[in-house]
């Protein structure tokens, strides 16, 4: 037996229903196809990107649930799971000690429609034991914990962002850059709106769901407006590239996996023109490079970025780097759709946007891409076996580093080079993965694995610390020399902080991790209190002088590293 099938008999011997005479669920609320339809559509957009039927993913898979709870107990677990959490209840107590994080409430849906929810979920029976576990399982990667640092970086709020939602997160900002030629700094909104920032005042700069009329934020998590990178020559040319989300069969897609999976979303590539780079708000032509189909809304196009360290002339100016995750597709039973470099899926591609011989016409092929003669493969693909590159950057000396959000138990940093496979779905971090089996169990390399070509993190922390690696970046200013040679990173759920020496940095070894701490109007404080949720979101960011900033959606506000303590 595995993990998930001793969490299954765990769930039933505290299960009320193993014991109460209430009536059956088809009683208490309608499961007539006009329900079931509803619970269907609504399951898609706010619950199939964390949890399954067959098998755990972000959170524990669903099949059985509503034959071990009782409604009531599922209507308030949806409504606001933290609350139940903290109530005491003993089964969401266990999942929360499983899984180590806050599930989003969704007190803004009606009755009717989280009973439709429940309605769909019942549908599903508890899974049967999957065939094959293997008993070497490792339950502890990595038993040492982090060290915590005398670091502590002093904050200076500068900026909130507005609200995006009433009911939900206050915000969903994912990525802050600056303007090539004044350095202004620019923020996004996952829910559509891209904004200047000047001082505390922001204004908007771009509206994606003006702009684009098929334009998505749905199923939530990373869909909507996923990133944008200016051009390094923006000041010339004004050409600024985005990634946002659009409805499944919107138009053809260049990359997809056929009828027989289905498609929830498609991320789209663009570049926009612009007569006048200086201009609030952006006035652009647009034209569409590519788009992707995805099997789930998690795990979509989080990264579009140049290399800052390019000058012109040289072979890396002006070419486009894309983080493409796996879509959900292997937690979705679609293990194939990821690996290898002949799928676009779980990749870093590099393009040129201002090329032609792409299969579609719209971009180029750098010549000096790794794949660009490989039979049956990906020529976009720089680097590949990623189950979400979630941010790429540069370090001063040019280490190329790519952060990877984790499946169960690692969250990873590489420094990426080209042609290389960092193993999913078949490894996470430096351990085994079987797809086929419970994703969120690892085993130890084969003794032969030197041989089989994968490349392994320079740095890691398991989910014994954190659930979801937040992408940092070197610090490069002047302000804070405390900071000089760190690369500063943390945890996206539970905002804890983290950095490693950059010239620990080495392929082949991993880099000792630390954690930092930061302080606020002269008192140190966890972000989780100071953005005032157990859910922090947290987001790094850096300006043009190489000074560094952090986020969180959950308060939209934006805060300076200012010095240290």
């Not at 204004?203 to 934020?217: G, Q, R």
């Not at 999976?261 to 201009?279: D, G, H, N, R």
């Not at 970025?305 to 983080?323: C, H, M, R, V, W």
């Not at 032609?356 to 719209?362: A, E, I, L, P, V």
Request: proline residues 6%; charged residues 20%; contains cysteine.
């Amino acid at each position: 037996m595995n993990f998930r099938y001793y969490h299954y008999l765990f769930l039933c011997a505290i299960s009320w229903s193993c014991s109460s005479g209430e009536p059956k669920l088809e009683e208490q609320i309608p499961m007539d196809q006009v329900a079931l339809g509803s619970g269907e559509n609504l399951f898609d957009t706010h619950c199939s990107s964390c949890h399954g039927f067959e098998q755990d993913g972000i959170g524990p898979h669903l099949g059985g649930i509503t034959r071990e709870q009782p409604l009531d107990w599922l209507r308030s677990f949806i409504k606001n799971p933290t609350d139940v959490i903290e109530s005491g209840d003993e089964r969401a107590k266990a999942v929360f000690e499983r899984y180590n994080t806050y599930m989003p409430a969704f007190g803004h849906l009606e009755e009717q429609e989280i009973d439709a929810i429940i309605a769909y979920m019942h549908q599903y029976p508890a899974p049967a034991e999957v065939e094959g576990s293997r008993a070497d399982s490792i339950s502890n990667p990595i038993s040492e914990a982090i060290p915590l640092s005398d670091l502590v970086v002093e904050l200076e709020w500068i900026s909130t962002i507005p609200a995006s939602a009433e009911n939900k997160s206050r915000t969903r900002i994912a990525k802050m850059d600056y303007h090539p030629v004044t350095g202004d700094l620019f923020i996004m909104d996952l829910r559509g709106k891209m904004y200047r920032m000047e001082g505390k005042d922001t204004e908007v700069y771009l509206d994606m769901e003006l702009e684009m009329p098929e334009f998505i934020n749905e199923p939530g998590l990373a869909t909507g407006f996923g990133s944008f990178a200016f051009h390094p020559d923006f000041g010339n040319n004004g050409l600024l590239y985005t990634s946002h989300t659009e409805k499944p069969g919107t138009a053809p897609a260049e990359f997809s996996y056929g009828d027989s999976i289905k498609s929830t979303l498609q991320w789209v590539v663009t570049e926009w023109k612009t007569a006048q780079p200086l201009e609030v708000p952006f006035e652009a032509e647009s034209r569409e490079l590519f788009r992707i189909d995805m099997v789930t809304g998690i795990h979509g196009m989080q990264e579009l970025t140049f290399n800052p360290l390019a000058q012109k002339g040289e072979s890396d100016y002006g070419l486009l780097y894309i983080g493409i995750g796996d879509g959900g597709s292997v937690g979705a039973g679609h293990a194939w759709v990821p690996h290898g470099a002949g799928q676009a899926w779980g990749s870093i591609f590099r393009i040129d946007p201002s090329g032609t011989n792409s299969s579609n016409g719209n971009y180029g092929i750098p010549p000096g891409n790794p794949f660009v003669n490989g039979e049956g493969a990906v020529p976009e693909i720089y680097a590949h076996g990623f189950r979400n590159a979630h941010r790429i950057t540069w370090t001063a000396d040019g280490k190329m580093l790519a952060t990877n959000i984790g499946q169960g138990q690692i969250e990873s940093l590489y420094i990426v080079q080209p042609g290389d496979d960092y193993g999913w779905p078949v490894r996470e971090g430096p351990f085994v993965i079987e797809p086929e089996m419970d994703l969120n169990q690892v085993f130890p390399l084969p003794e032969n694995d030197a041989e089989l070509g994968y490349t392994y993190p320079v740095a890691m922390y398991d989910h014994d610390e954190g659930n979801a690696i937040s992408g940092g970046y070197e610090y490069q200013g002047s302000e804070i020399p405390e900071l000089q040679g760190k690369y500063l990173f943390g945890d996206i759920v539970h905002g804890r902080l983290f950095y490693v020496e950059t010239a620990d940095l080495e392929r082949g070894s991993l880099a000792p991790v630390y954690e930092w701490k930061v302080s606020f109007e002269g008192n140190s404080i966890p972000l989780s209190e100071l953005s005032g949720s157990n859910r922090v979101d947290l987001r790094l960011a850096r300006d043009k002088e190489g000074e560094m900033y952090l986020f969180t959606k959950a308060d939209g506000k934006v805060y300076r590293m200012t010095g240290t303590r």
